[in-house]
């Protein structure tokens, strides 16, 4: 029996497993909606904006470990996909993108809408085609199937508007099974790092991503090697929880107890990471570097040993050839300045710290207005959610706040635009996270200027009946943006953002909507929002002027910082 080339996609999907297709309809993409209309496991997911579909889809992918898609029609709707794409791509996670095209006939004509799309998706896509007849299928589908998967990146097809509801010459099945297998070093390989690190003194862990799935070996490493574990914020979900050996992240998102631990190592074991910025790596180290992917290794710091695998077999081989340390000395130090930063983060979150002595000293220094402090909020959240939410972050200071306040313990999951540093990706990952599960909490730290960048899926939200809990740090700021400049000695400037009540604009669209403007009303305020069955949108004025000191400050940045507030307040005192 023969099929149309968009019920042969349909059919692949499902044998895959997929169960959700983000996107926004559009003529080159009729047959594939209306054959998912019809199909029995697939449920078309009509989003507001592409870009949106993308990072939804893209968050599945993440949190499955499987593939996730999207579609984009014509020109603009598959313009309008890169974005999400990048951060898919950037992330290593697995997507097709179905676009739409111009009617075969027209190509190259510079047809209404017309756009290269196998030039568009050069750069982003590890596989791209266009389907140019129908005796291209299956295996066409097939190959790009297995690349995103095998390479795990992003395939592109792009189907031109004739072509979907085209007739296959045959009814071949669609076969779609890729094996994955594990790679270890090879004996000599393993022999020369455990050599480096026995004779290496202190040994520091730095442990990412890739190594989260082997979490057991990793900790039997730290403790065989009475090694402090340095988490990258990505790892956070599967190391921060009762781990007596990690010290929290490094970079600017970090603590001095990190800092410290990477500053007082002679031997760095980066494990599963390509923790990206340069300056944060201590000079001078000998290094052992494991990842799965060859390019990563060496790229970010040198490297004397590298290991080109994946983390769970060559930590179970390095376990078998180490010595155990006795002198626990470093771990103690790290761990001990680690709890003593947590101790003042505590305090600092702490409902009444402004009405303390020190507090309101602070205060009338750095929070006049008396808005709520965004360390307390993302306290609150932590308290109020269930041990297995899923987490989303727009990239900027609500990732700071998160990283810094939110425990990922029990069973909890986090994902955001850590890799390509967008904005506005929290909210559309947040649904595709609630869709896997409408009964599993889900939680988007959301920043103002990310939110309101895509705001209209807001109606997603509420057209699918998702019960996301949306926490917006509303401090009227771009606020990673201002930090930046005023480290640098610049004075604010076009940071500054002319915001709506937001919860008004939730409760406009169907959603509930709580406002937060004063700190004695947070605690009730998240209790409530947390016991709503259905979406909530949780708009808090949070303290535009708070301070998220890195790991190491330096004096450049104390000088940049102080010249900053001197020209701000020249500038607003002569207005």
Not at 56 to 70: F, I, N, R
């Amino acid at each position: 029996m023969s099929r149309t080339v968009a019920r042969l996609f349909t059919d692949a999907l499902e044998e895959l497993g997929v169960r959700h297709v983000f996107g926004v309809v559009g003529d080159a993409l009729n047959p594939f909606t209306d054959a998912i209309r019809t199909s029995k496991n697939l449920t078309w997911v009509g989003c507001r904006h592409e870009e949106a579909a993308a990072f939804a889809a893209g968050a599945q992918s993440q949190l499955t470990d499987t593939l996730g898609v999207c579609m984009g029609t014509v020109g603009p709707g598959a313009v309008h996909l890169l974005n999400g794409l990048y951060d898919a791509a950037k992330s290593g996670t697995p997507v097709l993108a179905i676009a739409g095209q111009v009617p075969l006939s027209e190509v190259g004509t510079d047809y209404f809408q017309e756009v290269d799309n196998d030039l568009l998706f050069k750069d982003v896509a590890v596989f791209r085609a266009t389907v140019t007849s129908p005796e291209q299928l299956p295996a066409l589908l097939e190959v790009a199937v297995r690349t995103a998967i095998g390479r795990r990146g992003v395939a592109v097809l792009t189907v031109p508007g004739d072509i979907g509801d085209q007739k296959l010459p045959a009814d071949r099945p669609v076969r779609l099974s890729v094996a994955r297998s594990e790679n270890r070093p090879d004996d000599p390989a393993l022999d020369e790092a455990a050599r480096l690190i026995d004779d290496g003194g202190n040994v520091t862990l730095l442990v990412g991503r890739g190594a989260r799935t082997s979490r057991d070996d990793v900790l039997a490493l730290a403790d065989r090697l009475a090694a402090p574990m340095v988490v990258t914020l990505k790892a956070k979900e599967g190391f921060e929880d009762d781990n007596p050996f990690q010290v929290g992240q490094t970079g600017l998102i970090g603590n001095p107890a990190a800092a410290h631990a990477m500053d007082h190592a002679d031997t760095l074991v980066l494990l599963g990471t390509d923790f990206p910025y340069r300056e944060w790596y201590p000079e001078g180290k000998k290094v052992v570097q494991v990842d799965r992917v060859a390019e990563h290794i060496g790229r970010r710091v040198p490297v004397d040993v590298a290991l080109a695998a994946d983390v769970g077999p060559t930590v179970r081989g390095l376990l078998e050839r180490v010595a155990a340390r006795e002198d626990r000395k470093h771990l103690d130090a790290a761990r001990e300045k680690f709890a003593d930063w947590q101790d003042g983060q505590r305090r600092l979150a702490a409902p009444g710290h402004d009405k303390g002595l020190i507090g309101k000293v602070r205060s009338a220094f750095d929070n006049r207005d008396h808005l709520v402090r965004p360390e307390a909020l993302a306290a609150a959240v932590d308290a109020a959610a269930d041990d297995n939410a899923i987490f989303t972050s727009d990239t900027g200071m609500a990732t700071v706040w998160l990283s810094r306040f939110v425990e990922m313990r029990g069973s909890r999951r986090l994902i955001g635009s850590y890799n390509l540093g967008s904005m506005a990706n929290a909210m559309p990952q947040a649904i595709g996270a609630q869709l896997l599960d409408r009964d599993r909490q889900t939680v988007a730290f959301c920043g103002d200027g990310g939110l309101s960048m895509l705001l209209g899926d807001l109606m997603t939200i509420h057209t699918e009946r998702l019960p996301i809990k949306l926490v917006v740090f509303d401090n009227q700021r771009l606020g990673m943006v201002k930090l930046e400049q005023e480290q640098a000695g610049l004075p604010e400037f076009g940071t500054v953002l002319d915001n709506p009540d937001f919860a008004a604009v939730a409760e406009a669209l169907g959603i509930k909507g709580i406002r937060v403007e004063r700190a004695e009303d947070l605690a009730e305020a998240v209790q409530r929002a947390f016991a709503e069955p259905g979406p909530v949108l949780l708009d808090v004025l949070t303290n535009p002027d708070e301070i998220a000191v890195p790991a190491k400050p330096t004096v450049q940045q104390g000088w940049g910082f102080a010249i900053a507030k001197v020209r701000e307040n020249l500038h607003s005192t002569g207005s």
